[in-house]
């Protein structure tokens, strides 16, 4: 059973506002991931990290950034939302092994008014 | 470019089989995944092929032709629970996942 685990679940929010979403798992994975996701659209890698203090930016700029000063936490910030980051946020760790499984948490919801 | 394509939507019969078939562009070749998403939830891993060929795991088996840039996701004896979102997924020469859009399978009685 994987245990990752994302907060907020649904976000609501008006524009211009700071926010942080939480992720952390207790697997004890180096590898952890962001991706965001539109309704019957593909998931698009927006940052990701290999272990503590390394952190990069994936394929699609969401002017986001992460931090990953512990191995289990890995939360995404929004500087200022627009309604254009209003979409599904989903955090993913994997444990580095040959198959490289990704387990996801949950999910946010997140809509920008 | 890299791309995944994978049909949009299908739909099926309850105990019946069903083929969702997915073709691959991608910078490299790492593997490639199937997940299941049921709507409004979180993928859910449900098998990776790396060689050509066959793995068959329960009711479901999935197959790799790596020459032909070609994958498909076999389901047998369909339940209702089986309605969801299937996604293809290839690890490219960086190691980073190449998603597709997802095929919805719609289950009927």
């Known amino acids: 059973e994987a245990d990752i685990y994302q907060t907020p679940r649904y976000l609501v929010i008006g524009t211009g506002k700071k926010i942080t979403l939480e992720c952390s798992q207790t697997?004890?994975?180096?590898?952890m991931y962001w991706y965001q996701q539109d309704p019957g659209m593909e998931l698009h890698l927006i940052h990701y990290?290999?272990?503590?203090?390394?952190?990069e930016k994936g394929d699609l700029s969401s002017e986001s950034t992460v931090s990953r000063i512990r191995t289990e936490h890995f939360p995404l910030t929004l500087e200022s939302a627009r309604p254009s980051h209003t979409s599904q946020y989903l955090c993913?760790?994997?444990?580095?092994?040959?198959?490289?499984?990704?387990?996801f948490g949950p999910g946010t919801r997140l809509t920008v008014l | 470019g890299q791309n995944i394509d994978q049909p949009t939507e299908m739909t099926a019969t309850e105990g019946a089989i069903v083929q969702i078939n997915c073709t691959y562009q991608?910078?490299?070749?790492?593997?490639l995944f199937w997940y299941q998403q049921h709507a409004g939830e979180a993928p859910t891993f449900l098998s990776y092929?790396?060689l050509d060929g066959l793995e068959e795991k329960g009711r479901f088996s999935s197959f790799l032709s790596r020459s032909k840039g070609y994958s498909y996701l076999l389901l047998k004896e369909l339940q209702m629970k089986d309605s969801a979102s299937y996604l293809c997924?290839?690890?490219?020469?960086?190691?980073?996942?190449?998603w597709g859009a997802g095929t919805k399978l719609i289950i009927k009685p």
């Open positions: 993913a760790s994997s444990d580095g092994t040959e198959i490289n499984e990704q387990f």
């Open positions: 697997m004890g994975h180096d590898k």
């Open positions: 990290s290999y272990g503590v203090n390394s952190t």
């Open positions: 991608t910078s490299g070749f790492n593997g």
């Open positions: 092929n790396v």
């Open positions: 997924a290839v690890m490219d020469s960086n190691y980073q996942l190449i």
